[in-house]
């Protein structure tokens, strides 16, 4: 199955692609390789979700910021590639939580973005290397925000 049509199956509302807030681009490619810069979690009513976790969201809530982040990164693919069947495999996502001190749960919110394009991609071409760190400030107060690099077919 292509991976636009697993998109429609899943029945997911991707955001509009996200426009730079800064001096950069939302993605570049070179050669087979796509680089998405970090994106935050976008919401279709082009409002952001922000917080901080282990102070006014808990696990659920960042997951769910998380796996909106992934949505608009599925979006920049697909309008800088016309089609996410153009991916080959996710190689490496990094992921930032804005959260406390003690919050220790970074994984388990950038869960929400790795099993969304996990359950996109596949699992041998969806899952990567990761991290997942704790930060005290994202711009705009963003619970999260998550960077990726793609394998695109040649």
Do not use: W
């Not at 050669?31 to 922000?50: A, E, Q, R, W």
């Not at 102070?55 to 997951?63: A, R």
């Not at 919110?109 to 704790?134: H, M, T």
């Amino acid at each position: 199955m292509s991976y636009d049509a697993r998109i429609d199956e899943l029945k997911l509302e991707l955001p509009p692609a996200p426009k730079p807030m800064g001096v950069y681009k939302p993605i570049v490619q070179v050669g087979n390789m796509v680089y998405l810069s970090g994106h935050g979690p976008l919401k279709s009513d082009k409002t952001l979700i922000t917080g901080r976790l282990g102070l006014d969201m808990d696990v659920e809530v960042g997951y769910a910021a998380a796996r909106q982040t992934g949505l608009g990164m599925l979006a920049t693919l697909r309008e800088h590639l016309g089609s996410l069947d153009k991916i080959s495999r996710l190689v490496k996502l990094l992921g930032l939580v804005r959260c406390t001190e003690s919050f220790d749960a970074q994984p388990a919110v950038i869960n929400g973005c790795s099993e969304l394009f996990r359950d996109v991609f596949g699992e041998d071409a969806g899952v990567a290397a990761r991290s997942a760190l704790g930060t005290n400030a994202l711009p705009g107060g963003i619970a999260v925000e998550i960077e990726a690099i793609f394998e695109v077919k040649e």
